[in-house]
């Protein structure tokens, strides 16, 4: 089977009705569940020491997981004020350098607001100062760490699907993470069928080369959306939201892509994972019993 590789975002509650601390102990936690990535998530700002990401890395490394980080919510690529800007630069910077403690090749970032003004020139002002940002954090680049801006689950949020590539188009290094429980959000349940998800994968090699079209990050769970678009994350057993991920999961091994998927349910992220890495499995021992 093509390496795809499954984990959380953050922590499940288990992990710490067990007893568990420190996140430290997550990469064993996560190497004994049979999961093998995992997210950190700084989204309320980078308040860890490096000796402390540190040893989390060096654990992932121990058990085989592939760090990658959540970058804080208030980043915001359109932003219209300088002083809005620099500090767009710095917390994206400052994510970067603790990727690097990390050890995480994968930095998630939200691009940030459309505002209330025009979406073209708002999406104008966001790849300049993303090219900003690149020049910046060129460091970090040379040692393969990616910036990965996310596909948004809010319309009023820079981040459609045709958007988040574009972004991407700037520089070979940005890799995109496709949240579809946000897509499926933005367009209001519009991911029912493997058709669907096949529309949106198919758009990446296109915009992005073939490599990247390979080995995007993912984001996953069901989600509870309003008119507005995404509400809240919600977990893969409360299966009145969408979207599914059992026809993506086929058209993943269908189509030989290799990503990172890490799980955003509520509370049970990695109980979740764990879900969607079976669910890939299943599918993988059908596709060699029809081979047979």
């Known amino acids: 089977m093509n390496k795809i590789r499954f984990g959380p975002a953050g922590n499940s509650e288990s992990f710490y009705e067990q007893g568990h601390q420190s996140s430290v102990e997550m990469p064993k936690w996560l190497h004994d569940m049979g999961l093998d990535a995992y997210e950190y998530s700084v989204t309320r700002g980078i308040r860890l020491k490096e000796s402390t990401a540190g040893e989390i890395g060096e654990q992932a490394a121990k058990w085989g997981i592939a760090m990658s980080l959540h970058a804080p919510y208030y980043i915001n690529l359109a932003s219209r004020e300088e002083e809005g800007r620099k500090k767009t630069v710095r917390y994206l910077y400052r994510s970067m350098e603790a990727a690097d403690w990390f050890g995480a090749k994968r930095v998630v970032f939200h691009p940030g607001s459309a505002g209330k003004g025009d979406r073209e ?10 090219l900003r940002v690149l020049e910046q954090c060129s460091e970090f680049i040379a040692k393969g760490i990616h910036l990965c801006p996310e596909t948004m689950g809010k319309k009023n949020q820079l981040g459609s699907l045709e958007e988040t590539l574009d972004l991407c188009q700037l520089d070979e290094s940005l890799i995109p993470t496709l949240d579809f429980g946000h897509l499926h959000a933005r367009s209001q349940g519009g991911i029912r069928t493997a058709k669907d998800y096949e529309n949106i994968l198919d758009s990446i090699p296109g915009a992005l080369g073939d490599r990247r079209g390979r080995a995007f990050h ?34 993943l091994l269908q189509k030989n892509l290799e990503p990172v998927i890490i799980c955003e349910s509520r509370k049970t992220m990695a109980e ?20 047979l």
């Not at 919600?234 to 026809?247: A, H, I, K, V």
């Open 121 to 130: 020139q708002a999406m104008e002002a966001a790849k300049k100062l993303l």
């Open 218 to 251: 993912v984001h996953f769970s069901r989600i509870e959306y309003t008119a507005a678009g995404e509400k809240r994350h919600r977990t893969y057993q409360e299966t009145e939201y969408g979207p599914d991920f059992e026809p993506l999961a086929g058209l």
């Open 272 to 291: 979740d994972a764990v879900r969607l890495q079976k669910i890939l499995q299943e599918k993988f021992s059908l596709f060699n019993e029809a081979r």
